[in-house]
Each structure stands twice: as C-alpha cells, then as structure tokens.
C-alpha cells in the first residue's frame, strides 16, 4: 500500500519534485563552486610574486676636509609598499688634536609619510658614544638612551634629518632632529642650499642637483667639512 502511494505521489508531482530537488542541487554546487573557485584564486595569488616589489636605492659620497679624503658615507634607502627605511653609514680618519676614527650608523623608517622608529649609533676610536633608538609608540613618541625612556610631547614626525639626503626639502620649513630630540629650522640659502642649524651651534648647508642631494656644508665649532656625491664608488 505505501509503495504504491509514493508511485502515485511521484506520478502526480514527480516533474515538479524533481525540477526542484534539480534546483537545490544547482544551487549548492554554484554555491560550493564559488568557494572553491575563490580557494583556488587565494592560493594562485599566494604564489605570485608580489606586485608591489620592494625598491632600493644606494647613493655614495667622499668626505673631504679641504682638499683632503678624510672618509666616506653611503646611503641607502629601501621601500616596500607605504613604508620605507633610510640607511646611514660613515666613517671618518682624521687628526684634530690626536687621531680620531668616527664611525657613525643612522636607520629611520617611516610608514604612511610618518616616523616610526629612528636610531643613531656613534663610536669614537673604538668606543660607543651615542646609541639613541626613538619609537612611535602609538600615541607618542619615546627616546631610549643608555638604558633610560623618555616620552616627548608630540606625535607626529614627517621628516628627520636623514630625510634631507634623500629628497630636496621644497615648501619645508622644518624637520626633527633626532639627537637634540626637537624640531629645528631650514632656511633656503642665496646660493640654493638648505642649512639646518642646532641647538648647539653647528650647521650643515645641503644642496641638490635634480632631486639627488650633491653636497653637504658641515660647519662646525672644531673643524668644516664637506661631503661630496660620488655616483662611481
């Protein structure tokens, strides 16, 4: 008796049962091939390169105390997507009173425009005499230096110092130094530098020769100096 009441049930809605039960079952394997196909481009996207390929850049320089090679700097720069990192570094042979071996490294990065980390590193003959590392913390910024956090009262950092190597400082009229922990003044020079001059006195004069920084003025309270582009070294 049952058997025959599904055959009638069948025979009376059979096509319309089965052009549903066919629907479901499109459905679920549209559904199940959208996923799949969607798996299958996320892994295909995993295996490509990224477009968006970190670029490099290095730019030597001579320093030179008069006519004399007392050492040399290079620069580097590396950016990847909206954050880059700038490179620093140096070294000096020269006799003031004795003999002095100055070998300096600076690194700052910076992401979306703004600084995130920035440290400086100096060692005279041998010896460590600065290693300052200033961080964004996320709503300030905060300078370590042997061993002790400083917060400083701002949060916004869009050029340093080592900025200055790498692009020309048009329609800037300040930018931070990170040793003397503030912001300092540029004034465009009559014979088309930028000096920066600080707290202490000093100063350097930059110059720039279609976008590339060509030479550097050090005007300091024991000796000059002057750094000069190198592009064959």
């Known amino acids: 008796m049952i058997p025959f009441m599904i055959y009638m049930y ?6 319309h049962a089965f052009a549903k039960a066919g629907t479901r079952v499109k459905v679920f394997i549209n559904a199940n091939l959208s996923f799949t196909m969607i798996g299958i481009i996320i892994i ?7 477009l ?54 600076e690194t700052s990065t910076f992401e979306n425009d703004k600084l995130i980390y920035s440290n400086l590193f ?10 300052k590392e200033t961080k964004y913390t996320g709503e300030h910024y905060e300078v370590t230096e042997n061993g002790e956090k400083e917060s400083l009262g701002f949060s916004y950092i869009g050029n ?13 009229d300040r930018l931070y130094c990170d040793n003397h922990e503030c912001f ?4 465009k020079m009559a014979d088309g530098g ?14 720039y020769h279609e976008g590339i920084c060509t030479k550097i003025k050090i005007e300091h309270t024991f000796y000059s100096a002057t750094i000069i582009y190198s592009p064959k070294k």
């Open 122 to 131: 100096r060692k005279n003959n041998g010896t460590i005499k600065l290693n």
């Open 10 to 15: 069948l025979r009376k809605h059979g096509k």
């Open 160 to 172: 340093n110092l080592l900025s200055l190597y790498f692009k020309e400082p048009v329609g800037i």
């Open 52 to 105: 968006s390929k970190s670029q490099t850049r290095k730019i030597n320089y001579t320093i030179l105390q008069g006519d004399d090679n007392i050492g040399w700097l290079t620069l580097e720069s590396i950016t990847e997507g909206n954050k880059s990192t700038l490179h620093l570094i140096s070294e000096v042979k020269t006799r003031l009173i004795f003999m002095i071996n100055v070998l300096t490294k």
């Open 184 to 187: 300092i003044r540029i004034a």
């Open 194 to 207: 930028y000096k920066v001059k600080f707290p202490d006195g000093n100063s350097n004069c930059y110059y």
């Open 44 to 50: 295909i996207l995993s295996l490509i390169p990224k």
